[in-house]
Each structure stands twice: as C-alpha cells, then as structure tokens.
C-alpha cells in the first residue's frame, strides 16, 4: 500500500540524515503522503482519538507518579493531598481518572466501527487481533490503575478481580496468592500494581506501533468496504484530509472530555472510592469502573464460579474469533440488510448487559442477564456464521470513486491530489 | 551438516541439542527468581498466627479479628444455632461437611470471614445473616448457615476453618 517512499529532504542535511535513518520518509510516507479512502466517515477518526488519549494518560499519569505514594498507609492520603494541595491536582488526578473513562468511550466506538463495517476480514485479521490485544492491555491497566488510590472500591473491585484465579482447579489459590505477594490483597499487591501500572500503558504503546504499521501494510477498510483500486481517484492524502478531519473530531471529543473534567468530574466514578480500604467491610452494594459492567454482568449470569469466570474471560476472547466466524463476503455492513438488524441488537445486548453489571445480582436482573448473555455468545456463535450462508447482501459499487458518485447523483468533482 | 541419508546423528547434531538444552536451563534458571520473588515474602510469612482473647464475646454474637490480612470470624453460637446447624441433612448441602468436621468447641465457631465465591467479607450483623440465620454476602448474594456452610449462591466452597487451638477456655490462637 505505502510502498518504498519516494520522499526526498529538501535540504543537504535532512538527505545526508535520510540517507543514514530514513524516518523523515517514514513519517512521510505514513502520515502525510499516505492514501486514505476519501469516502471514510466521522467513525474513522477514533484512532486518532485514541492515540491521543493514550498520550494524554501517559503525561497526565507520570506526573501523578511525582505526587503518589504506594503504600497502603499512605496512598489514601497521597490521592487526598494531590487533591487539595499539590498545584492544579485535582485537575492532573481529574483529567486522569475521566481520561481514563473517555478513552474507553473511544475504544468502544472504535471496536464497533470496526465491527459494522466489517474492518476484521481478510485481509486485516491480524490489525484486528492487535486491536483485541491492546483492548485486554487497558482493560489490565485501568483495573490496575483503579486500585491505586485505595479507596474502597479499590480495595474491593481488586479483591474480586484476583480472586477470578482461585476458580482455576488445583493451582488457582497458589496462583493468587503469588498474585497477591500475601494470603489477602495488601501492600505487596499495591505495590506491583503500581508498577505495572506504570509499565503496562508503555506495553500499549508498543503494540500501537504494530497496529499502524499492519494497517499501513494492508490499507484502511473504509464505509463501503471496498479497497482502493485507483488511487488517484479513490484515495486522497492523509495530510490535509485526513489530518484535519481528524483534528476537528477530536477538538469536538475533547468538549466532551473538559466537561467531565471541569463540570462532573465524579459522575463516573463511585462515592464509596472516597473512603479508605478497610479489609474488614465490603462495601453494601460493589461495582467496577463503568466500562467493565457488561463483562461483570455475563460473570454473574452463569451460577457456577467457574463457568462464570470462563464465560467472562471468554466473552472478551472470543473478539479475536471474529474474523472467522463471519463467514458473509461481503465486508461492510452497509450492504448486508440482516446483518444491520443482528448488529443494532448487539449494541442494544452490550448496552443492556452494562446497565446489569450496575445491578444488584438479583431476580429478573439475573433473567435478564442469561437472556442477553445468551444473544452475545449467540450473535457470534451462531448468527455470523449463519448470515453469511443466508443473507442475500445488497450489490456492492465496483469501487470507492463509484459509491461516492452515486451517493452524490453522479455530481461529485475528481478529489484534489 | 547432517545429510538426509545419515541415520547416524553427528557430532554436531549432538552440540547443537547440547547447547540448546543447557541454554534452555540457564533461562529457567534465572527466570525463577524473577517470578518467585512475587510470592509472600518472609516478613509476610512471620506474622501468621495470633492470639485473641475471645472472653468479651457475647453469646450470639461474632466478634471479628485480622488474621494474615483478612477477617476472621469469632461465633458465640447460641443452643439454637448450634442445634440448627447440626440437623441439616448432608444431602442438602452444596459443599457436604458436619458441624462436628468444622468446630472443636461446639459453642464457638471459626471461621475465615472471606466469601469462597470472590473474596467478599459476608455480612453477620445481627437482622443481616441471610436465609440461614448465618451469613449474607452482598457482593454476589451467598448464603452461608450458623456453621459457616455455604446454602445458596454462587460460591461453590463453605467457609474456610482456620488452624486453631483453644490455649485455655477463653484464648484463642489461630494459624
Ligand atoms: C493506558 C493508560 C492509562 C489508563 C487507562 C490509566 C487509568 C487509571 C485509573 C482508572 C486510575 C484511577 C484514577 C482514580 O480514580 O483516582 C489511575 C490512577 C493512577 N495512574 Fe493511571 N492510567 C494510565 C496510564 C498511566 C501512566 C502511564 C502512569 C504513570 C507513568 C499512571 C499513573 C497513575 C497514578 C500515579 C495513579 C494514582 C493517582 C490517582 O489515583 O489519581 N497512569 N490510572
Ligand atoms: S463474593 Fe460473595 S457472593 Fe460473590
């Protein structure tokens, strides 16, 4: 797609330098000079989004570190006086603990963009199991992160997660207790959490690299699924098409982070964290962090510990499957009328499961539960690899230059190039 | 190089699976320390048992101690909860146990006070004990009886029996 660059320095330096390291050309070829399809939509902007929201942890999180303490005597206090006495504080632990939750909130959009128009087939399976790897790495990183303050939730939503290892046959309690470093979650196990959750995101960092460097090996999918053919009239630029719409989408994003910051900076997260741990009492009512719900609420459907562990785990590992249980041709959804009805019912099951996992685990909240865990598995399960033989998909354009015209009545200029 | 129409391995073949096994071990070697040291260390190790003095419980009440980190439950049972936890048929049980397997003294239960489901602390408040009249856990809603027995819920295990001995009729050691 890329291919070797053509990209010469301008001055004798900048090619004596190319000459020796050419990541000027690297740059260029990637980001400037770089073919995007010039039918992608708003939903092709999450990456940059999420690029951005790891940098904006990464610095925001380093900085904390300057302020925090490890220990389960003192972090409590340590989050406390980042909140009250280090300069701007409440703002760097603020924009952290929401930064956090929006880069969740793009990751999500970014899967299910991913998922409508098909971004998982041949030839991107391997972008796409990168994406799932990245996903279990934050999801690893916001769990570890959410501890530090050792809050009650903290404490709690900690004890719970590592005791998922006890369910293991035979070894499960040895594993947890090495997880812990002690027979309960404690200062050893703050401790390591801090460290890897100071490593981890740098872990997230690097697999980035190989998700863009596979996407730039494949190219982008796109909202018609189709793959360019002519670049010069199905592809314009990244720099300035892309760039700028990319700019703009997260300037908008970014409204929608600051009010979260600055007007309900503790709506996403639970009340009962601004108490300190104490091993001794749970918490009534203990839930995770927003965007683990619809997992904890598949955990709780199923009544056996372990069945409910492995259903958990499952249900996030299964996402690497996709590719080959979609078994339909065609790539994006927007020509497969079935396929939309089952994929707009997925997100209504996600959305349904989370509003679960925030409630207690009982009665018709458990019905419902097993329902909807049902139709998750099922959707993947079943229903993919059962459309692709059923569906009658809609005709797909020839290429990307002939969707665009006949989205436009035909009366669409020749990009500029 | 090993031709194809050698049966006989060669003396390089030799080194080569030589080398590669003691390269093998050298990783292994190293690689243990790195993942051993995440275990409980020898401080963590010390502080496992403790003595309470267990004369201020009152009958039909709990008093709860920390023992290794976690809570443990100290139960002066009354004459009905014992007799309530000694006529339950086995055959009801998730997790089939006596009374008589899981107490020494039958007036004083002990019990580690960690849900077996995920780690929970049940509650025991006197109004708050379940179905059971023992335990409620209101992470995930198990159910535990006045022996400690899980009744109903997701945990699959009773409540854990500590090691400990009765040093006289009112100290207790545990671990
Ligand atoms: C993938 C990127 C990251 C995510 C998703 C993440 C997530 C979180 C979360 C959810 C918390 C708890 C916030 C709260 O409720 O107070 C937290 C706390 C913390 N994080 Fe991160 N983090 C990330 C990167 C980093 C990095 C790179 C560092 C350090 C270099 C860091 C250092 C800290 C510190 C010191 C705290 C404790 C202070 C506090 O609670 O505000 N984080 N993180
Ligand atoms: S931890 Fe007690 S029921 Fe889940």
Redesign the interface.
Same mark, same amino acid.
Do not use: E, Q, S, W
């Given at each position: 797609m890329s291919g070797p660059s053509t990209y010469v320095p301008k001055s004798a330096l900048g090619r004596w330098f190319e000459s020796r390291l050419p990541i000027a050309g690297l740059i260029h070829g990637s980001f400037i000079a770089y073919p995007t399809p010039r039918n992608l939509n708003y939903w092709w902007t999450f990456g940059g989004i999420l690029s951005f929201m790891l940098v904006a942890q990464i610095v925001t999180g380093i900085v904390l570190t300057m302020h925090y303490t490890p220990h389960v005597d003192l972090a409590f206090a340590s989050v406390e006086s980042i909140m009250r006495d280090v300069n701007w504080g409440w703002f760097l632990r603020y924009a952290h603990s929401n930064g956090a939750s929006m880069f969740f909130v793009a990751v999500y959009i970014h899967m299910f963009r991913g998922v409508y128009y098909g971004s998982y087939k041949a030839p991107r399976e391997v972008l796409w199991i990168l994406g799932v790897i990245i996903y279990l790495l934050m999801m690893a990183t916001g769990f570890l992160g959410y501890t530090l303050p050792w809050g009650q939730m903290s404490f709690w939503g900690a004890t719970v997660i590592t005791n998922f290892f006890t369910a293991i046959p035979l070894v499960g309690d040895a594993i947890t207790t090495w997880l812990w470093g002690g027979y309960s979650v404690g200062n050893p196990t703050l401790n390591r959490f801090f460290a890897l959750h100071y490593l981890l995101p740098f872990m997230i960092a690097g697999v980035v690299v190989l998700h863009v460097w596979a996407l730039h090996v494949v190219g982008q999918n796109n909202p018609d699924g189709i793959e360019i053919k002519n670049v010069n009239r199905d592809a314009v630029a990244f720099t300035p098409y892309a760039t700028i719409k990319d700019s703009f989408a997260l300037v908008c994003f970014l409204i929608l982070y600051a009010w979260f910051v600055f007007q309900v900076p503790n709506y996403l997260g639970h009340a009962d964290n601004y108490i300190e741990a104490n091993p001794l009492s749970t918490p009534a009512h203990i839930v995770p962090e927003w965007y683990y719900l619809p997992f904890y609420a598949i955990l709780r459907a199923i009544p056996s510990k372990l069945g409910g562990v492995i259903a958990m785990f499952g249900s996030i590992a299964i996402l690497a499957f996709l590719p080959w249980l979609d078994t339909s041709r065609v790539r994006s959804g927007k020509y497969r009328p079935m396929f939309k009805i089952f994929f707009w019912a997925f997100i209504l099951c996600c959305l349904g499961l989370g509003y679960l996992g925030s409630m207690p685990a009982e009665g018709g909240y458990v019905i419902a539960a097993r329902l909807l865990t049902t139709y998750y598995f099922g959707f993947f399960i079943i229903i993919l690899p059962l459309l692709g033989i059923f569906e009658t998909p809609k005709p797909v354009p020839a290429s990307i230059a002939d969707a665009v015209l006949a989205r436009n009545g035909g009366a669409a200029a020749q990009p500029a190039e | 190089m090993a031709t194809s129409s050698t049966v006989e391995p060669t003396r390089r073949d030799f080194l080569f699976i030589a080398t590669g096994a003691a390269g093998a071990v050298g990783v292994g070697a190293v690689a243990w320390p790195l993942?051993s040291q995440?275990?409980?260390?020898a401080s963590?190790l010390a502080m496992a048992s403790i003595e309470v003095d267990i004369s201020a419980v009152p009958l039909g009440s709990i008093m709860?101690v920390?023992w290794?980190?976690? !809570?443990v439950f100290v139960r002066h049972r009354t004459p009905k909860e014992i007799q309530e936890a000694t006529s339950v048929p086995l055959a009801e049980l998730p997790d089939p146990e006596t009374d008589k397997q899981r107490v020494q003294k039958p007036e004083w239960l002990v019990v580690v006070?960690?849900c077996t489901?995920?780690?929970?602390?049940p509650?025991g408040q006197a109004g708050s004990r379940g179905d059971y009249d023992g335990w409620f856990?209101?992470?995930?809603?198990s159910q535990y009886d006045t022996s400690g027995r899980i009744r109903r819920g !997701?945990?699959?295990k009773n409540l854990e029996v500590p090691t400990y001995s009765f040093l006289s009729d009112t100290k207790l050691k545990i671990g």
């Open positions: - | 993942i995440m275990n409980p260390d963590t709860t920390k290794r980190g976690k !809570p006070g960690i489901h995920l780690g929970c602390v509650i856990c209101p992470c995930h809603g !997701p945990a699959p």
